[in-house]
Structures are given as C-alpha cells and as structure tokens.
C-alpha cells in the first residue's frame, strides 16, 4: 500500500506543478470564495489552517484569512509551522508559539483526494497526528480539483474529512 501511495503522491505533485502558476492563482481565488459561503464563519471562535507552500503549488489561501481578519475578528486564526524542526502551532500572523488547544475547525492541505472523504498528503503524518488528536473540529480538505482521484489508498492510520 506504502508503494500505491507514494506513486500516487509523485504523479499528483507533478501533475499540480504542471499547471502554470497564474491558473493555481486562479483555482485558488475560486476555492476562497467557495469556503467563505460554506462555512458558518459567525458560529467559529478557532480555526487552524494552513500557509501555502508556494514549491509545493499548494492552495492560497491567505486572502481568507485577510477576509476573515476583517469580517471575524474574533476568530483565532492558527496554524502549524516548523520551528527548529519541531511542528508547533502559532498564530497565522506571528511564529510565536502557543499553547495547543481546541479548533472549531481544521482546513487541511492535500494533494489529493476521493469522494469517500480520504485524503493524500505529502506522506509525513503530521495532519493525521493532528486530525486524531482534535476529534472535535471540522476538517475540511483544501485541493485543486486536478486532485480528485478515483480512489485514495487507506491505512489505519489515516483519518478522514469531514468536508
């Protein structure tokens, strides 16, 4: 399963980076919209997410965030940054540590995924430590939709979305 796995991790990243980065931009743009209508924001107090790693080709997400900063200022925003090679979880806009606590909801990066809510990422097992400790929040998996794959290999380990 590990070699089904990361064959697919390899043709999902190249076949993301094949795409020029002004058409990510775009999907990016279009995905931001999507999330600010779906998601019942005023009902939020925390919510973890992610910064784009632009090498990766990942999804922009920080006009949300700036949307979110002035429409829900009462929202914390948090995400998880590696810190001298530890994961630890800072406010979106500062590399202050803090201490770990509950999310309302998480938006998970990916690189892929299937209609029975499983997700790929890039094989670390980071979000999957942090989706198994936080049962409580809303994961929502945030990809192109070149991602969208019939189906996702799955191990024990591996958690599913909510979204």
Request: charged share 25%; proline share 4%.
């Amino acid at each position: 399963m590990t070699q089904n796995k990361a064959f697919l991790r390899s043709e999902l990243r190249s076949s993301r980076l094949e795409q020029p980065a002004i058409v990510r931009q775009h999907w990016s743009e279009a995905i931001v919209k999507r999330l600010k209508r779906a998601i019942p924001w005023a009902e939020l107090t925390t919510v973890h997410g992610f910064e784009q790693i632009e090498k990766l080709g990942e999804v922009d997400l920080s006009t949300l965030y700036n949307w979110l900063e002035q429409n829900y200022p009462s929202i914390k925003l948090l995400t998880s940054k590696k810190i001298n090679q530890e994961w630890l979880i800072t406010e979106i806009k500062d590399d202050q540590p803090i201490v770990a606590q509950m999310f309302d909801l998480i938006l998970v990066p990916m690189l892929g995924f299937d209609n029975q809510l499983n997700r790929i990422g890039y094989g670390g097992g980071y979000y999957d430590k942090l989706l198994a400790s936080i049962t409580t929040a809303q994961k929502i998996g945030v990809c192109f939709e070149q991602g969208h794959v019939d189906k996702i290999p799955v191990e024990p380990h591996d958690i599913k979305l909510d979204v």
